[in-house]
């Protein structure tokens, strides 16, 4: 499995730095986000190295559908009953930090801010 060695995300893969972890399994690893910015705040990661969606392809389809098929189950067990977010930073535009592929889950109990709101 391809890791690399200076990704914070892949040393929380490897059990080399502490994360606080909801779901495990053999392709993605879900824990809480460490600057949560809702009352539910989870990242949701394939285990493989993929810097970014740009990135991503049909060799990661497994752990994609992964992150996407478990993110309502974990929203809910972790608080978030009532609605939550998925948002996929992507590259410089997209304010990505760090440069391993990751789902935030963002969920309440109360509504979140107006962020992608419709417009009146
Ligand atoms: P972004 O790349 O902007 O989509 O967000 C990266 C997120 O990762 C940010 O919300 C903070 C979080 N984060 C950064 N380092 C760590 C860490 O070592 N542990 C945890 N749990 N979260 C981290």
New binding site residues.
């Given amino acids: 499995m391809t890791s690399d060695a200076n990704c914070?995300f892949c040393k929380?893969v490897r059990g080399e730095?502490p994360?606080k972890k909801v779901h495990e399994d053999e392709h993605i690893l879900a824990?809480?986000?460490?600057?949560p910015q809702a009352p539910v705040h989870l990242?949701v990661i394939p285990k493989v190295h993929v810097p970014t969606l740009y990135d991503a392809n049909l060799n990661h389809q497994e752990a994609l559908g992964r992150m996407l098929a478990l993110a309502g189950e974990l929203a809910r067990k972790e608080g978030a009953a009532d609605g939550f977010r998925v948002i996929i930073?992507t590259g410089r535009v997209g304010?990505?930090?760090?440069y391993h592929l990751?789902m935030?889950v963002l969920g309440g109990p109360e509504p979140l801010g107006p962020m992608l709101a419709r417009r009146k």
């Avoid at 824990?31 to 600057?35: E, L, P, Q, T, W």
């Avoid at 304010?95 to 760090?98: G, M």
């Fill in positions: 914070i929380i730095i994360a824990f809480h986000d460490v600057r990242l930073n304010h990505q930090e760090v990751h935030h």
